[in-house]
């Protein structure tokens, strides 16, 4: 049973707001995607257990120095910098 | 011929210059692409730049490879370094990435010309391309449908004549199933296969990037130059060559077909398929009915797992380092609530909730861990399945392509679509759907032919045999370019 709790809960750990007037339409939405995934509890029990798909064993290399990007290139993307940094936020 | 090698030959047997076929390509984009809207961004420089380069070398007298000079186009979840990238999201609007996805930067060593950006349903999540930020893409063959998702563009794009092949990539059926209401062929490779480096990620032990073409040898060809071991993706190992083996006879192959993936597919849809399996009968192989009954688990361990990767994924949006940041806030933790809230669409936002909720403590082991537990249990039952047959054949999508509006309504019914793609994502294995009819209305019908872990040759064998003994299921549309 998916509550109004659960959903408030969720989305604060997934950093993300639900609006009051569209709590309830949410948790019901969840629900009927949680009833939809609890169907995996009919499945015969299993014990097989999951590595990895098509046996891929980690690639090991040398641990050489390469050259990375220059930092000028990545704040380009940044919407807000300052002094050659990311800027997070702006101080009250 | 495909198209592919149709291009080749009329750039070196000078037909036309790759500027002018250029040209025509955009030209066509700028004529249908307002209906269409299987473009997000068009980037006609780089294009046309490109072609100069390849035109240049056949005026020297230089050979140039099967690829070189043929207009493509790009799913926008693959890294295209200074050209924008957004996953078809707001949240990701201007952002240029700094670095090539390992497939772009294959593709342009053979001069590929790349036309611009294709939409997509956000972050790939969806089945009909309409929870892209910019809009759906429209069936080629009726805009009032849907072109499919997540590749939605790409398989607009080639289905309607406006790229010749494009690179699209399927964590669930994100290639197969819009390849399947386009008309065209969609290849998902085996996991590893192709490198991921650039690929944004949606899921990362699901995603694969793969070729939407117009013909099996034309995915042949762009799988071959895609499927290259990359050190900067560890899961990656490279595929086998595969154009070689197109014309194998097929005499004595063995064609399984699971009952289960017939179960709640449409008439017309099942019919094709099954006309398609005497099409085989026909050319010598063997057709294999088993069973397959841990398929009807599938769709929620596929659901579960996609979620629960993705929440994780789509963390590092937090409006910091790229993209969309919000104007207005309090403190750190509500920039980035707001951020994230304002910036990413109900389709993912539900996704990232529900990954959330399943790996959160108390729903894990009930949930997650299940799964996981399940996705053991459906690879093993696909390795028994190949004891017994060497492809297996199934429906690609339930349906035809839906009208336009329809997918939204309802999310569950949405997710039901995925039911013949999701398996092979979940067990890693290759899969190729390729046309096989049109229905009633005359939208295309797809089959999917799967095979065993990086048995892409077998499949695409077994598709380029059919498509010799049915060339009339491969058919163009009234759009674009006339080749």
């Known amino acids: 049973m998916v509550t109004r709790e659960d959903?408030?809960?969720?989305?604060?750990?997934?950093?993300?707001?639900?609006?009051?007037?569209?709590?309830?339409?949410?948790?019901?939405?969840?629900?009927?995607?949680?009833?939809?995934?609890?169907?995996?509890?009919?499945?015969?029990?299993?014990?097989?257990?999951?590595?990895?798909?098509?046996?891929?064993?980690?690639?090991?290399r040398e641990d050489e120095v390469v050259e990375s990007f220059?930092?000028?290139?990545?704040?380009?993307?940044?919407?807000?910098?300052a002094e050659d940094h990311f800027l997070v936020r702006n101080r009250e | 011929m495909g198209s592919i090698s149709k291009i080749h030959d009329m750039l070196v047997t000078k037909q036309v210059s790759c500027a002018e076929l250029t040209k025509s390509y955009l030209d066509e984009i700028e004529k249908s692409n307002g209906e269409l809207n299987a473009y997000v961004n068009v980037t006609p420089d780089a294009a046309l730049k490109t072609a100069g380069a390849v035109d240049k070398k056949l005026a020297s007298g230089e050979e140039i490879g099967m690829l070189e000079g043929v207009p493509m186009t790009l799913k926008d979840n693959i890294s295209t370094k200074g050209i924008e990238t957004t996953c078809c999201s707001k949240i990701l609007t201007g952002y240029k990435p700094i670095y090539d996805a390992t497939v772009w930067e294959l593709l342009q060593k053979e001069n590929a010309v790349m036309l611009g950006k294709t939409n997509m349903d956000e972050f790939a999540?969806?089945?009909?391309?309409?929870?892209?930020?910019?809009?759906?893409?429209?069936?080629?063959?009726?805009?009032?449908?849907?072109?499919?998702?997540?590749?939605?563009?790409?398989?607009?794009?080639?289905?309607?004549?406006?790229?010749?092949?494009?690179?699209?990539?399927?964590?669930?059926?994100?290639?197969?199933?819009?390849?399947?209401?386009?008309?065209?062929?969609?290849?998902?490779?085996?996991?590893?296969?192709?490198?991921?480096?650039?690929?944004?990620?949606?899921?990362?032990?699901?995603?694969?990037?793969?070729?939407?073409?117009?013909?099996?040898?034309?995915?042949?060809?762009?799988?071959?130059?895609?499927?290259?071991?990359?050190?900067?993706?560890?899961?990656?190992?490279g595929g086998s060559p595969t154009f070689d083996k197109l014309d194998n006879d097929i005499k004595g192959m063995k064609i399984g077909i699971a009952r289960e993936y017939l179960d709640g597919v449409r008439d017309d849809v099942k019919e094709a398929v099954l006309e398609a399996a005497k099409v085989y009968e026909s050319l010598g192989a063997e057709i294999v009915y088993f069973d397959l009954p841990i398929l009807k688990f599938a769709l929620p361990v596929y659901y579960i797992i996609a979620c629960a990767e993705a929440s994780s994924n789509l963390g590092r949006y937090d409006g910091i380092r790229?993209?969309?940041?919000?104007?207005?806030?309090?403190?750190?933790?509500?920039?980035?609530?707001?951020?994230?809230?304002?910036?990413?669409?109900?389709?993912?936002?539900?996704r990232i909730l529900l990954g959330t909720y399943v790996l959160s403590a108390g729903y894990y082991d009930a949930y997650y861990k299940k799964a996981q537990n399940l996705r053991g249990t459906i690879i093993?039952?696909?390795?028994?399945?190949f004891e017994s047959c060497d492809v297996i054949l199934a429906p690609t999508v339930p349906m035809t392509a839906f009208e336009k509006g329809n997918a939204i309504s309802d999310p569950i019914e949405t997710y039901l679509t995925d039911i013949c793609t999701v398996p092979v994502n979940i067990a890693g294995l290759p899969g190729v759907s390729i046309p096989c009819g049109f229905n009633a209305k005359g939208m295309p019908i797809g089959m999917q032919l799967i095979g065993k872990s990086f048995g892409e040759a077998e499949i695409l064998n077994a598709a380029y045999k059919y498509q010799q003994a049915a060339p009339d299921k491969f058919i163009d549309t009234k759009w674009g370019v006339k080749l």
């Not at chain 2, 490779?189 to 699901?206: D, H, K, M």
């Not at chain 2, 993209?323 to 993912?348: A, L």
């Open chain 1, 7 to 60: 959903v408030e809960n969720i989305a604060l750990l997934s950093k993300l707001f639900v609006p009051e007037e569209e709590l309830d339409e949410l948790t019901k939405s969840m629900q009927d995607i949680v009833d939809f995934a609890d169907a995996i509890n009919n499945a015969p029990a299993s014990d097989e257990g999951f590595d990895n798909i098509n046996n891929l064993s980690n690639v090991f």
């Open chain 1, 70 to 81: 220059p930092s000028t290139e990545i704040l380009k993307n940044a919407p807000e910098q």
């Open chain 2, 125 to 237: 999540m969806g089945s009909s391309c309409e929870t892209s930020y910019f809009g759906g893409a429209a069936n080629p063959f009726n805009t009032n449908h849907v072109a499919g998702g997540s590749s939605g563009g790409v398989s607009s794009a080639v289905g309607g004549n406006i790229a010749a092949y494009g690179l699209g990539s399927d964590t669930g059926g994100s290639i197969r199933q819009p390849a399947s209401f386009c008309g065209v062929v969609g290849l998902k490779p085996t996991y590893g296969a192709v490198s991921r480096y650039g690929l944004i990620a949606y899921a990362s032990s699901l995603d694969q990037i793969g070729p939407i073409t117009k013909s099996v040898e034309d995915a042949s060809i762009v799988f071959d130059a895609i499927s290259k071991q990359d050190r900067r993706d560890s899961t990656s190992k």
């Open chain 2, 322 to 350: 790229y993209g969309y940041k919000t104007e207005h806030y309090n403190g750190t933790h509500d920039m980035i609530c707001r951020t994230r809230s304002e910036g990413f669409g109900e389709e993912v936002k539900r």
């Open chain 2, 380 to 385: 093993s039952a696909f390795n028994k399945a």
